[in-house]
């Protein structure tokens, strides 16, 4: 398998690799994602104005790529500052402080729900339901909003859809890739999937509690957040009294039932991705029209507008850094293509999956190299953040290095899936995690770092399993 690598792929490889590294010194990327999207403009259209407006364009891109999370994140918000200033918030989590007494057990049993629920229709949509009623909770018996965000990321965005057991969206498309049955590729990842879980699950959770006792964990607030929302609240707008005690407990009981409703549908419908996130969106603005009206009356009308502003407020100011670096790395993959035209070598397939090919057809073949470069292929074809678009190549990549040594096709497959989804699916690439981040209140770049030594450590452990399971 041989790739022409260009100028290119080495202009890109080389501003990741810098990304990276400011982002590991816990430094701003935003100008230097900028300084890569105009390089690759540069190289690409040979031309001023071409590159300069390649800028421009690849911010345009990158918004309309990120648009669905930006509004689900926004209308949740919006629906949040009502349920807390009309005190329904209150009742309905008040079953779940009984088992939610301490940080340990708001982490575990954060993650727990967090992994149950995403295996049915994924962590994006299940962040969204669950997480504005859980961070008040966990907040309040002394777990902060950023070790809320990582229970939700890893737990959902990590083990939930590494193995996506349920829909088996990704092993599919590894399996095809690698031409095996997908039941080869899912009971193969089995044990990948619990070591990694486990690994990075409880070094995250080791991590947080030695830094809380040091003194040194950082809450990595965008703002100034109380346990129960996200911003001030006016000082005439109140609390539980804007409504009766009756109304906020009918609609507390209401609210889960709707969203039951949701899940229900979901099953029903086949509801997967932005459509599942799509029906809880509009469930969500419809609740919080009920409940605006309900308890503002006469100022129903200019209150809906406002809540609303509050959430895209803030779901852009969340996005506002984000954008930048989604800019630069989607020019890895689909984005190049749709900027610059066919400006890279007619077999390429992006320059991330063709840095992805490069790599394989360098190295030397047996188990312990097949193992390690299915997990770094993997990981590169997830710095995109998307986490799917690079999962056929790990397939068959997988599919290459099995028939060269013999067996271990389906290890080899399943290792490519967790490393990829891992990395991109939403827990060390900051805008693929922005659902935990932005319901929680926490930087999306402050989650990333906290999650990338628990994640780098778990994909160690993994890969060694791995070698052995070949």
């Known amino acids: 398998m041989v790739m022409e690598l260009t100028a290119l792929h080495w202009v890109y490889l080389g501003f990741v690799v810098a990304i990276i ?32 407006s390649g800028i421009f364009n690849s911010f345009i891109y990158a918004i309309k790529e990120l648009i669905g999370t930006i509004l689900i994140i926004s209308v949740i918000v919006a629906l949040s500052r009502v349920l807390i200033r009309t005190g329904i918030n209150e009742i309905m989590i008040a079953p779940l402080t009984r088992f939610m007494k301490t940080p340990t057990l708001a982490f575990w049993g954060i993650g727990v729900i967090m992994f149950i629920v995403s295996l049915f229709f994924w962590p994006s949509p299940a962040v969204a339901l669950i997480g504005a009623v859980l961070l008040p909770v966990a907040m309040r018996v002394g777990l902060p909003a950023l070790g809320v965000a990582v229970a939700m990321n890893l737990f959902g965005h990590g083990i ?8 088996q969206g990704a092993p599919n498309i590894t399996a095809d890739a690698a031409g095996i049955p997908v039941s080869d590729v899912m009971w193969a990842s089995i044990p990948l999937v619990l070591v990694m879980g486990v690994v990075t699950t409880a070094a995250a959770f080791w991590m947080m509690r030695r830094d809380q006792r040091l003194g040194t964990w950082n809450d990595g607030l965008i703002a100034s957040v109380d346990p129960n929302v996200v911003g001030s609240v006016d000082a005439d707008d109140g609390n539980g009294e804007l409504l009766s005690f009756a109304t906020r407990r009918t ?34 603005i419809l609740i919080m029209l009920v409940i605006t009206m309900l308890a503002h009356r006469g100022k129903g009308l200019e209150k809906t507008t406002g809540y609303l502003i509050e959430g895209f407020l803030f779901g852009f100011r969340v996005f506002g850094p984000v954008i930048p670096i989604a800019a630069f790395f989607y020019l890895g993959d689909a984005g190049f293509f749709s900027l610059f035209g066919e400006k890279l070598p007619e077999a390429s397939a992006g320059i991330v999956n063709d840095l992805g090919v490069a790599l394989a057809g360098e190295v030397p073949v047996n188990g312990v190299v097949g ?11 997830g710095l995109d953040g998307s986490g799917f678009s690079g999962i056929s190549l790990a397939g068959s990549v997988a599919q290459l290095f099995g028939h060269a040594i013999g067996s271990g096709i389906d290890t080899l497959t399943a290792l490519g899936q967790v490393a990829a989804i891992w990395v991109g699916g939403g827990t060390i690439i900051p805008w693929a995690l922005i659902p935990a981040a932005a319901i929680c209140g926490v930087s999306p ?26």
């Not at 039951?260 to 549908?265: G, L, T, W």
């Open 160 to 167: 939930a859809l590494s193995g996506d057991y349920i829909i």
């Open 21 to 52: 590294g400011f982002m590991l010194m816990r430094k701003d990327t935003t100008l230097i994602c900028i300084a890569g999207i105009l390089g690759i403009g540069i190289l690409a259209t040979v031309s001023i104005e071409g590159s300069v």
């Open 371 to 381: 193992a390690v470069t299915l997990t770094v292929v993997g990981a590169i074809t």
């Open 251 to 284: 609609m507390a009981i209401l609210i889960p039932l709707l969203y039951a409703a949701n899940v229900a549908a979901m099953f029903v419908l086949d509801l997967q991705g932005g459509d599942a996130t799509a029906l809880i969106g509009g469930t969500s």
């Open 445 to 470: 770049f402050e989650l990333a770092r906290r999650n990338l030594k628990p994640v780098l450590l778990g994909l160690a452990v993994t890969t060694i399993v791995a070698m052995f399971l070949i």
